[in-house]
């Protein structure tokens, strides 16, 4: 089964950066999509980045010009990388197909993203 590990998660301070990490099992290159998500406490969790093989990219309005995705087809790893962090950026950050897809893969664990002075 195909299994995805993130990490680079981390605490920083507003106005910061992190560069999250979602590594791969098996080969992503025959995936046309994939996504980061992430959780906030007591809220639903939330697609944030979708990178296509073209590769394309799109993102919700509250963290464009701020993040941006990537992925490296032959190291099977998608990046997320984050600039600019506020407090609400804080949550649990996950990858897997993106929210238009039929499917997801099975959840990893995430990667906590914590941004607090």
């Known amino acids: 089964q195909e299994q995805l590990v993130e990490s680079g998660g981390g605490l920083v301070q507003p106005g910061g950066s992190l560069r999250l990490s979602c590594a791969a099992s098996?080969?992503?290159?025959?995936?046309?999509?994939m996504a980061w998500y992430r959780q906030a406490p007591g809220k639903q969790r939330e697609v944030v980045a979708v990178?296509?093989?073209?590769?394309?990219?799109t993102y919700i309005d509250s963290v464009k010009g701020r993040f941006t995705i990537s992925r490296d087809n032959a190291k099977n790893t998608v990046y997320l990388q984050m600039d600019s962090l506020s407090p609400e950026d804080t949550a649990v950050y996950y990858c897997?197909?993106?929210?238009?897809?039929?499917?997801?893969?099975?959840w990893g664990q995430g990667t906590q993203v914590t941004v607090s002075s």
């Open positions: 098996e080969s992503i290159a025959g995936l046309y999509a």
């Open positions: 990178v296509t093989n073209l590769p394309s990219t």
């Open positions: 897997n197909a993106p929210s238009f897809s039929t499917f997801y893969f099975e």
